[in-house]
């Protein structure tokens, strides 16, 4: 069993909202927040630029991409509002999203609809879906000769669905419509392929599911799209005088900050490595068949639903609790407070899922213990 850090009383049924970082990628990051320390005008100054570069290497050759065409941030949040802001989008444009998006996300499209006058639309994806083809088709309604950009999920967060992306990005393309995909949940849960899926612009966490420490997510933007991105930030990568060699004008532009930690970026690399060593397909299937368990015997409790067939999710499925449970918050506290179980609760349009994650540290029995507490609830 892998070696992670958390706390033995707690059964974690929650890696899907920040992930969890095993002990040999978290030393990693403490070496290299110790490195930074003993002399940080050398390292942030001239060892760092460097570093990063192979970082980002590494980075680019595991998601299938150039690697001038990725950058890191701190997290998806921060790469959905680079994107928001600063494409050409006005009155009379519209960013067109699925109904399944993360919210924090959509607030950025919101807000900066506000600001420039664009619309931002949302078509439904009905559950429970029944094939990528008829994902790709109820999509497409929402597209209009106003739409611009599309903004969709790899893997939802509120519905853990796997949607058929590469194919919504080429029909995109076909249609002169700019894609931007937020993997927030992929690497690491799937293989990531950024060149086959397509897109624009592509985001991804690595302290999900790739197992790096908070705080590291990945920004691509394909290279001929880069000239249409301003940073969110301006610093001392943009401007005439540039201070820090760098690769080219797009990492330039969002990689510099300011003075930060990027410990987290640099311990990436070991991240990687040790998905490659420890997640092995097998350990990966294994916990998509705990998943399955879990939504399976749950479902079996009179008035509990699956809602999606196994195909559509991984390591996160839902269990419908909708007509069982009316105060999400409440459920959520007493599987915490009398089970130990940290688990969401979400609620979804008009209805209630339970989102369970497993990972290589989840063992049968905490898949047995969320049962028993959903049946005595
Ligand atoms: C689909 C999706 N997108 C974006 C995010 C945002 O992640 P962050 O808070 O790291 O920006 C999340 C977080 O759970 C998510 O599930």
């Known amino acids: 069993?892998?070696?992670f850090l958390l706390d033995p009383d707690v059964i974690f049924l929650n890696h899907g909202s920040f992930g969890a970082c095993p002990r040999a990628v978290f030393d990693e990051y403490v070496r290299w927040q110790r490195e930074l320390e003993r002399q940080p005008v050398r390292f942030l100054q001239r060892e760092l630029?460097?570093?990063l570069a192979d970082a980002r290497q590494l980075v680019g050759e595991y998601l299938g991409a150039r690697?001038?065409?990725i950058v890191f941030v701190p997290n998806p949040t921060f790469a959905a509002n680079t994107i928001a802001r600063s494409l050409a989008l006005g009155p009379g444009d519209e960013v067109l999203l699925t109904d399944h998006e993360y919210g924090a996300c959509q607030f950025a499209f919101d807000f900066a609809a506000k600001q420039k006058g664009f619309r931002v639309v949302q078509q439904p994806i009905t559950l429970p879906v029944e094939s990528n083809e008829a994902i790709v088709e109820q999509f497409w309604q929402g597209v209009t000769p106003n739409t611009k950009l599309i903004f969709i999920s790899q893997i939802t967060s509120p519905t853990a669905l796997t949607l058929p992306v590469a194919q919504i990005c080429q029909r995109a393309r076909d249609a002169g419509i700019l894609t931007m995909v937020d993997g927030a949940h992929a690497p690491g849960q799937i293989d990531v392929n950024l060149t086959e899926i397509g897109a624009d612009f592509y985001t991804a966490t690595c302290h999900k599911w790739m197992c790096a420490p908070k705080g590291s997510g990945i920004?691509?933007?394909r290279e001929d799209r880069q000239a249409m991105i301003d940073p969110l930030i301006v610093g001392w990568g943009w401007g005439p005088n540039k201070t820090f060699h760098r690769e080219n004008e797009f990492i330039e532009h969002h990689e510099w900050l300011g003075t930060y930690d990027p410990a987290a970026y640099l311990a990436v690399p070991a991240a990687i490595a040790w998905q490659r060593e420890q997640v092995t397909p097998e350990v990966r299937q294994r916990s998509q068949d705990l998943v399955r368990q879990a939504v399976e015997l749950a479902s079996q409790i009179e008035g509990i639903?699956?809602?999606?067939?196994?195909?559509?999710?991984?390591?996160?499925?839902l269990i419908d609790v909708t007509a069982r449970c009316t105060d999400t918050d409440a459920l959520k506290s007493r599987l915490h407070d009398e089970f130990r179980i940290e688990i969401p609760v979400i609620r979804w349009q008009d209805r209630v899922f339970i989102r369970v994650s497993a990972h290589a540290y989840t063992k049968r029995?905490?898949?047995?213990?969320?049962?028993q507490a959903i049946q005595v609830i």
């Open 1 to 3: 069993m892998p070696d």
């Open 219 to 221: 920004f691509y933007v």
């Open 49 to 51: 630029p460097p570093l």
């Open 67 to 69: 690697s001038h065409e």
């Open 305 to 317: 639903e699956r809602v999606h067939p196994d195909e559509f999710f991984r390591q996160m499925g």
């Open 365 to 371: 029995k905490d898949i047995e213990a969320l049962v």
